[in-house]
């Protein structure tokens, strides 16, 4: 069975998971804490090292479940993987992964991220998940000094968000993700392939997202005014909103045939419930966050029908997993075999946090030494199944961007509803599969 020629520690000493392994383990429901798994084969004379604890944070529940639905699979398949440890100079040191659920709450995420730091004393803190995950954790892993890594959110809001200073950058926390600069590009080479009037009404929320995305120097503003698209900006609306009609009325008299936003899934849907009784017909509607998962399309019956947003990643994207081999298309299948599920963006995102961390593990000169752990961190150059991740100061110091492109959902054969790449200009090497059309 094939396995990758990129991984960093010893394959040849170190039991490493084959596809068919990773495959029939994942999908299997991760507990919050892991014993730790064999570490030597037969034969091997390396000492065994103390166990190497991995804090995992995401929002299992609440309003941003789905960033997490595929959490379950991935662990367990990275579980699997690091089952006969990982060698780490002269020792083999068993992997424990502790877990846990921020509710869907910033504060919560702060203080588990606490627990994980001061109780379950974690040798790395990752998590993924929106700003309400990112930032928390991230700000907890830089006061005690942990490294940290972290993804699924806008550099920007995680960067700037957290009072971050290009100049200096951050000591202990490094992410990975695209940029404001990608999701506008994206959105506007949808945008442009249309007849449309220009007209763009905005529901961006009161959140770290809304905000920054909303943002009159950083964000789509001065972007759109220079594009000549006429933005209609209603204010920051806060989440878990009931009633959009004043939204809306203002989409209308303005003549708006584009909405774009960053929204929550029940917030988009309830916008968009209201949008159809009030017979306001944009043609094209692109929005962040909410667009993104199979189960929020189809919990719109045929109104998801030409809905569109970035894209993130997809079983066409032409990467492979460092840890296993496996191309995106494979692990996307896995789980979907596994779950009986459609695949979900975050699945490859989730997966590469683990392939980091087992690579920065695997350079690290003394375990025992966050500073030593943390300059790994700093040092990797890694291909993984979401494209490099390789933080070498661009855009600043702790921020590795991987591609972005654009897609629509269109009535699929073997789903529901499949979300097809129909814009690839700011990352040709990721394959079109349609033309964007108004809705």
């Not at 429901?29 to 798994?37: F, K």
């Not at 803190?125 to 929106?130: D, F, P, R, S």
């Not at 809306?248 to 849907?269: L, R, W």
């Not at 392939?355 to 500073?371: F, H, I, M, Q, Y």
Request: proline share 6%; with cysteine.
């Amino acid at each position: 069975m094939k396995k990758s020629k990129k991984v960093e520690f010893n394959v040849n000493e170190i039991k490493k998971v084959t596809r068919r392994r990773f495959i029939s383990t994942a999908g299997l429901v991760a507990s919050t804490a892991v014993t730790a798994p064999a570490i030597l084969r037969s034969g091997l004379a390396y000492a065994a090292g103390r166990p190497v604890k991995l804090g995992y944070i995401s929002p299992k529940t609440g309003p941003l479940a789905p960033f997490a639905e595929a959490d379950d699979f991935v662990i367990a398949g990275i579980r699997s993987a690091f089952k006969d440890g990982i060698k780490i100079g002269s020792q083999i040191h068993p992997i424990e992964i502790f877990v846990k659920d921020t509710q869907s709450n910033p504060n919560r995420c702060a203080e588990v991220a606490s627990e994980l730091i001061l109780k379950n004393k974690v040798d790395i803190l990752m998590g993924a998940g929106t700003p309400d995950t990112t930032n928390p954790l991230s700000d907890q892993a830089e006061i005690n000094e942990v490294p940290c890594i972290t993804s699924d959110a806008p550099w920007q809001p995680y960067f700037f968000g957290r009072g971050g200073n290009p100049a200096k950058g951050f000591d202990w926390t490094y992410h990975f993700f695209w940029g404001l600069e990608d999701v506008i590009a994206v959105f506007l080479n949808l945008w442009n392939s249309l007849d449309t009037n220009k007209v763009v009404g905005a529901l961006w929320p009161n959140d770290s997202d809304g905000n920054a995305w909303g943002d009159k120097k950083l964000g789509f503003p001065p972007v759109l005014a220079s594009k000549g698209f006429k933005l209609i900006d209603t204010g920051r609306y806060q989440q878990l909103n009931n009633d959009f009609s004043a939204q809306i009325s203002a989409f209308k008299k303005a003549k708006v045939e584009i909405v774009s936003g960053v929204m929550i899934p029940p917030d988009f849907t309830t916008f968009w419930t209201q949008a159809a009784q009030q017979g306001f017909k944009p043609k094209a509607v692109t929005v962040g966050k909410a667009l993104l998962f199979p189960a929020a399309i189809e919990a719109l019956g045929d109104r998801g029908t030409g809905l569109s947003s970035e894209v993130w990643w997809t079983p066409s994207h032409p990467f492979r997993s460092s840890l296993t081999g496996d191309s995106a298309g494979q692990l996307s299948a896995a789980y979907e075999k596994n779950t009986g599920k459609q695949w979900t963006q975050p699945i490859g995102f989730r997966h590469a946090l683990f392939e980091v961390a087992a690579n920065v593990l695997g350079r690290t000169k003394d375990v025992n030494s966050p500073k030593s752990i943390v300059q790994a961190i700093a040092d990797t150059k890694l291909d993984t199944i979401v494209g490099r991740v390789h933080w070498g100061g661009k855009p600043v110091k702790n921020v590795s961007k991987t591609p972005l492109v654009g897609g629509q959902w269109v009535r699929g054969s073997k789903h529901k509803y499949d979300l097809q790449v129909v814009n690839n200009k700011t990352a040709t090497n990721i394959p079109v599969k349609g033309v964007m059309k108004p809705i």
